[in-house]
């Protein structure tokens, strides 16, 4: 099982502190999750001040909402679905201009062609697919969320989280291996082949 | 065995992507949400302490008001008691001057008793189940107050009497309304 960034253990007393309104409590729990929960909300939305509102708002309604805690399941998952959940729901207001950002990392890879898909490391590869696409890629590979959780984060089936997951991988594979094995014309997050991922 | 379900739950090896960190510190922004939902809370207690103290304001208002204009001056409902109940330490006579302001000061227990009915009453049914310490000094009051009501249906027009019941009736008002003002509380506090 892969093990999420957010995976720290909150104490007891830190949790009641915080329960109670205590802000150098609520402080504690924000300093060590706040990077899992940025660095998530970044992959998502794909925008440094997109992420920081999302992780900001996120915090704001986990302490907010501390008291429906119940403890029946591990704090910090609880916390990263929240963080998840504003994410997915900022990236459905706006939807960044993917296909832009795709064409400008090309036009700036421009008389390097031979060296594109070596110079593309994972980071850009990940930030050149579609939004959805990157996200259930991201919440599936890294977060270990399964098809079903992510079908219900973003309200579709489960069939729609193993067609992104499926697409998502072979795009990245294609991106990764060199500009000449990518499937030609395909702009990002748009139709490409592959099969229902696993 | 770890090795292949790794691999089978992120191929292309993601989770080596470092962690990243914001450009600034969320800290602040947050903190301040919070100081100001705080502040509004504690406003919000202090709003409500403030509502249930005019409330009983404007009823004891009431019922000092509600005698006629004409009438002598009406002392505040606890000088009332303070000097109608004094009969029950083995004093006599509480009001000065004749019988008038003694069946007027009656009259205004009288109705000031029926008006702690009807509130006790609204009360009961708007609060919920009292604290257990607090239903034993409410069975007392009870109590007191049956047996004042016995004494009473001997002594229809004892203003000692009626004072006392007063008294009592207004000890399990209290009773209630600090229930009432623990459970604003606890709503305001959500």
């Not at chain 1, 990940?126 to 219900?152: C, F, N, T």
């Not at chain 2, 409500?48 to 000092?64: M, P, R």
């Not at chain 2, 069946?103 to 702690?116: D, G, H, K, P, Y």
């Not at chain 2, 009360?123 to 604290?131: A, E």
Request: hydrophobic share 40%; with cysteine.
């Amino acid at each position: 099982m892969t093990q999420s960034p957010f995976d720290i253990e909150v104490d007891q007393i830190t949790l009641a502190q915080a329960r109670r309104g205590s802000l150098p409590a609520c402080e504690r729990i924000f300093r060590w999750f706040q990077q899992p929960a940025y660095s998530v909300a970044l992959r998502i939305c794909q925008c440094p001040d997109t992420a920081q509102e999302v992780t900001q708002e996120a915090f704001i309604t986990v302490f907010r909402k501390l008291r429906q805690y119940r403890g029946d399941a591990p704090f910090w998952g609880w916390l990263r679905r929240v963080v998840v959940n504003h994410a997915i729901s900022t990236l459905r207001r706006s939807p960044r201009a993917q296909e832009l950002e795709f064409q400008d990392y090309h036009a700036s890879s421009h008389g390097q062609q031979e060296q594109l898909g070596l110079a593309m490391d994972l980071e850009a590869a990940l930030a050149s697919l579609g939004d959805e696409d990157r996200a259930v890629v991201w919440l599936h590979d890294v977060e270990g969320y399964g098809h079903k959780e992510i079908a219900e984060m973003f309200g579709k089936t489960e069939s729609f989280s193993k067609t992104r997951l499926s697409r998502a991988r072979a795009r990245l594979r294609s991106l990764l291996e060199g500009p000449g094995e990518s499937i030609p014309g395909e702009a990002p997050g748009g139709k490409a082949a592959g099969g229902i991922a696993p | 065995m770890k090795q292949p379900m790794q691999k089978k739950q992120d191929p292309l090896n993601l989770q080596s992507l470092p962690l990243v960190s914001p450009p600034r510190d969320g800290w602040p922004v947050i903190e301040a949400v919070l100081r100001r939902e705080q502040r509004r809370r504690t406003a919000l207690r202090y709003a409500g302490g403030a509502l249930a103290l005019a409330a009983s304001v404007t009823l004891a208002l009431g019922l000092v008001l509600q005698r006629p204009l004409s009438g002598p001056v009406e002392p505040a409902p606890e000088q009332s008691l303070a000097q109608a109940l004094p009969s029950t330490q083995g004093q006599s006579g509480v009001v000065d001057g004749g019988a008038a302001p003694e069946t007027e000061t009656l009259n205004v227990m009288i109705a000031l008793s029926q008006r702690l009915e009807g509130r006790l009453r609204a009360l009961r049914s708007g609060t919920g189940d009292l604290p257990a310490r607090a239903v034993v000094y409410q069975v007392e009051l009870e109590d007191l107050v049956a047996q004042v009501d016995e004494e009473l249906s001997r002594r229809p027009d004892s203003l000692p009497l009626w004072s006392q019941r007063v008294s009592l009736l207004m000890d399990l008002d209290r009773l209630y309304e600090n229930r009432l003002r623990r459970e604003y509380r606890q709503v305001a506090s959500l």
